[in-house]
């Protein structure tokens, strides 16, 4: 990207925008959306329909000041078996509702830290899985995991229970910066988790790296990804490091002068490209790699990619379950996501017969229409609004006029109803995305702009 132009294309598309995990996105929310509400959503599921789910375990061995999800740290196996026996519960009034035995195509635990449930619950739930669901041949069974905490037991257990993917934080290697984001994590551990898993027969292995965090150089991300390189992940996820002081208090340790700017950021962000590329990775929609082989990398080739609140994804399912505090599912009528606290959760459990359901949001036809245009554009680099209605040019006039700046920019090419992202401009997809949502337009009326804009992280 010519430096010279930069300046211009920060003060043009820089600001905070979604990161387009759904659509609505999560400030779209409301109380309005209830137990009742996602009951009925499950129990018109068509029978034949698969689904995926997702566990949220909101545990940590020790807070990261960098982290921006609802996690805590959690000292005894008790609390974390008891949190393990509330999953079991929400499962099965879920499986309950939908009232036949579902396929299952993905089953992925996040957090927090999933691999802090002792090795007994996480059996005990696993089992329930595979009594209240029927699991596709060849499903991704998913587990997130801290490589500076690997009790000797987990790898094993991993493979014994049919583990097939994990997925890694490092974030960077540089020690000051490490230092400065309270994760103080060597090559040699992150090298020893991931040869532990392998030889316990997980093969897929994901790893997530941040550009912008304090301290950070051009240099040091460029180091840090090609010493990642070397352990030849599957995937690697590249995220801009999202600052909301805001929202996670723990980030008000990080100083803000350490943090660098949009400029920077652009480059470091570049370089990382640059590095990944050459040693084999493809890039995958707006911030993930693969190697050439990896499902991931061949969805995008055959434009089967999707994109939901895990990120990018192999998985079709139009049903992902969420379980847990704060856990957020996609149902084909709308969003819902769970009580955030676990002490929520679990009095939301303990109140009733129904499902821990804080807050949502229905989705009308146009939101599945742009839905589905959004998840193109972040997933393919462009759509074809053709595709989606008989008179694209009348029905999308005005988001056609908009994309003028990003065709100028060289960020877009466009013909009739055709988008296109090119290279150049991959760094922006949300912007051109954004185009395309009427969400954020009324929340930024009913907000003056400023609240709107503080939900979302900086889009560069």
């Known amino acids: 990207m010519d430096a010279a132009a930069l300046p211009e294309l920060i003060a043009r598309y820089g600001g905070n925008l979604p990161r387009y995990t759904s659509y609505p996105t999560a400030a779209s929310f409301t109380d309005a959306v209830g137990s009742p509400q996602v009951e ?11 689904v995926s789910l997702y566990f949220h375990v909101p545990f940590c061995d020790e807070l990261c000041r960098f982290c921006g999800c609802n996690t805590s740290v959690m000292r005894h ?60 041949a ?37 020690p000051r910066v490490q230092e400065a984001c309270g994760r103080l994590q060597s090559f040699e551990q992150t090298h020893d988790c991931i040869s532990q898993v392998r030889a316990a027969g997980v093969s897929g292995v994901n790893i997530d790296l941040i550009y912008g965090l304090p301290y950070q150089s051009v ?21 801009g490091y999202a600052h909301v002081p805001w929202k996670q208090k723990r980030q008000q340790l990080i100083p803000t002068q350490s943090l660098p700017g949009s400029a920077e950021r652009l480059a470091q962000r570049a370089q990382m490209d640059v590095v990944l590329k050459q040693e084999g990775y493809v890039p995958v929609g707006l911030d993930h790699y693969a190697l050439p082989a990896d499902p991931l990398a061949q969805a995008a080739r055959t434009g089967t990619l999707h994109r939901n609140f895990q990120g990018y994804t192999t998985d079709s399912c139009t049903a992902l379950l969420g379980i847990g505090a704060s856990a957020v599912s996609m149902l084909p009528q709308g969003f819902a996501q769970n009580v955030v606290s676990p002490a929520g ?11 821990p359901v804080a807050r949502g949001v229905a989705r009308t036809a146009q939101d599945r229409q742009r839905g589905a245009i959004i998840e193109r554009i972040m997933c393919d680099l462009g759509v ?9 040019t009348a029905d999308f006039a005005g988001e056609l006029a908009a994309m003028a700046p990003f065709v100028r920019d060289g960020l877009v090419s466009l013909a009739g109803p055709v988008i296109r992202v090119t290279e150049k401009g991959r760094p922006f997809l949300r912007n051109v995305a954004a185009v395309f949502d009427t969400h954020r337009v009324g929340l930024a009326a009913q907000s003056g ?12």
């Open 138 to 174: 060849g499903a991704e069974l998913s587990m997130e995991m801290d490589p500076r905490h690997v009790p000797a037991p987990c790898p094993p257990l991993l493979g014994e229970l049919g583990f097939n993917r994990i997925s890694l934080g490092v974030q960077d290697l540089d």
């Open 40 to 50: 009925s959503w499950l129990a018109a599921l068509p029978d034949s329909e698969p």
């Open 77 to 136: 196996d008790s609390g974390r078996s008891a949190y393990a026996d509330l999953l079991r519960d929400e499962l099965a009034r879920v499986a309950r509702l939908m009232g036949s035995t579902r396929t299952v195509r993905h089953v992925q635990f996040g957090g927090g830290t999933p691999t802090t449930l002792p090795p007994d619950a996480l059996r005990a739930l696993m089992r329930d899985v595979h009594a209240l669901f029927r699991l596709e």
């Open 345 to 355: 959760y679990a009095r939301a459990l303990a109140a009733g017969p129904g499902l």
């Open 384 to 392: 074809d609004l053709g595709a989606q209605t008989a008179d694209a």
């Open 449 to 460: 702009g400023g609240a709107a804009a503080g939900r979302f992280s900086s889009t560069l």
């Open 219 to 239: 240099e040091s991300v460029a180091r840090t990804a090609r010493s990642i390189a070397s352990l030849r992940p599957d995937r690697l996820a590249v995220f």
